[in-house]
C-alpha cells in the first residue's frame, strides 16, 4: 500500500478509497523522538531561520534525512497550496529537486464550490480511486468522526476529557493515524471510559485555544497545571469535520480553516457563547501569514484574547509562561 503525505488537511476519504495509507507529516514531526532535530536538518540544508517551523518539520520527514520515518517511506506527498501555509509551494519545489512526486492540492479562495469540485476530483483521478468510492469512504469515517464530535462534547459538557485528549483526538482526524480502524478502536476505549465516568463536577476556568496547532511540546499540561482547562480547539477540531453533511464538496466547502477568517470567527464566537468560555489563548506561529489576522480576530471576538507566538518544538519558554498565568489570573 502506497504511502501518501500530506502538508495538512486534505479529502483524505480519497487516499483511503485509493487502498493508500495518509501521513500527515505534521503529526509525524511534532511526535518524532526529537523534533527540534528536524528543525536543524532543514537549515543546514539552507532553509532560511525565518522559514516558518512546521515546514521546516515537515521537509525533513519528506526528505527522511534522519530516518525518523525512513527512507522512501512516503511515495508521494499532496501538497496544499492554496489555503495553508504561504511557504508550502516552495518547500515542495525543494522536494521535487530529490525526486518527490509532488500532488498539488488547492483551496480555492472564496469558497467557489465549482473549483472546490475540480480540485477534489483532480486528486482523486490522480490517486487513481472514484468519486463513488470516496464516498463510501466518507461514510465510514464520518462514523469515527461522530465518535471524536461525541469526545468533544464530552470535555464541555461533562468535564471528563482533558485538555490535551480533545486536542489529540481531533487532530487525529486529519490521517486517522493511518489506519482508520485501529483509532476507531482507539476512540471507543477512551470514548468508553469517559462515558463511565459519568458528570465530574469541575469549576475551573474554562479557556479557548484558537488559531494553527501550537509547535509548543507541553503546552496543554501546562495549561492544566495552572488550574484551568481548554474546553475548545478551534482548528483540530475543524479537522475532525465538525458539521453533519452527506456530500463531500460540501463537506470541504464549509470546513473553516482554509478559507478567509470570518468563517472562522462565526465559528469561534458561537462555541465561546455555547461553551462558556471566559478567554480564549490565540496561537501563532512565527513568521505565519496568520499572525495579521490576530488585528481582526480581537475587533469581532467578544471575550479577552492573549496572543501567544511560538517558533521551534520546544517546552513553553518563561516569558511566555508567565503572560499565560497573568492572563489567567486576570480573568480569575
Not at 24 to 52: H, K, M, Q, W
Request: hydrophobic share 35%.
Amino acid at each position: 500500500m502506497k504511502k501518501i503525505g500530506m502538508t495538512t488537511t486534505i479529502p483524505v476519504e480519497a487516499v483511503f478509497a485509493a487502498g493508500c495509507i495518509p501521513v500527515d507529516l505534521n503529526n509525524i514531526f511534532i511526535n518524532s523522538t526529537d523534533p527540534e532535530e528536524l528543525v536543524t536538518v532543514a537549515e543546514y540544508d539552507g532553509y532560511p531561520r525565518s522559514a516558518c517551523g512546521w515546514i521546516k518539520g515537515m521537509y525533513s520527514i519528506a526528505a527522511a534525512r534522519l530516518g525518523v520515518y525512513g527512507p522512501g517511506g512516503i511515495d508521494a506527498l499532496v501538497a496544499v497550496v492554496e489555503g495553508d501555509c504561504t511557504q508550502t509551494q516552495a518547500m515542495v519545489e525543494t522536494l521535487k529537486e530529490s525526486g518527490m512526486e509532488v500532488i498539488p492540492f488547492s483551496y480555492p479562495y472564496g469558497r467557489n464550490r465549482h473549483l472546490l469540485e475540480l480540485q477534489i476530483n483532480q486528486l482523486i483521478d490522480r490517486l487513481g480511486t472514484t468519486y463513488e468510492d470516496a464516498l463510501r469512504s466518507k461514510s465510514r469515517l464520518d462514523d469515527i468522526r461522530r465518535k471524536v464530535r461525541k469526545l468533544d462534547d464530552l470535555t464541555w459538557q461533562k468535564n471528563v476529557v482533558s485538555s490535551f485528549d480533545n486536542h489529540y483526538y481531533q487532530i487525529c482526524c486529519s490521517d486517522f493515524n493511518g489506519d482508520y480502524q485501529a483509532f476507531e478502536r482507539d476512540v471507543d476505549a477512551r470514548l468508553s471510559q469517559a462515558l463511565s465516568e459519568g458528570h465530574v463536577a469541575d469549576d475551573r476556568l474554562r479557556l479557548g485555544y484558537i488559531g494553527v496547532p501550537t509547535i509548543f511540546t507541553d503546552f496543554y499540561d501546562v495549561i492544566e497545571d495552572m488550574g484551568v482547562r481548554v474546553v475548545f480547539n478551534e482548528v483540530q477540531r475543524q479537522f475532525a469535520m465538525p458539521y453533519e453533511t452527506s456530500d463531500l464538496i460540501e463537506q470541504y466547502s464549509i470546513y473553516t480553516y482554509p478559507y478567509d477568517v470570518y468563517a472562522r470567527i462565526e465559528d469561534i464566537s458561537r462555541e465561546v457563547e455555547r461553551r462558556g468560555i471566559r478567554g480564549l489563548i490565540h496561537y501563532t506561529q512565527s513568521f505565519c501569514f496568520r499572525q495579521i489576522q490576530d488585528l481582526i480576530m480581537r475587533k469581532h471576538v467578544d471575550v479577552p484574547i492573549l496572543t501567544i507566538e511560538g517558533d521551534s518544538p520546544t517546552p513553553l519558554d518563561a516569558r511566555t509562561r508567565v503572560r499565560i498565568e497573568s492572563f489567567i489570573e486576570m480573568l480569575a
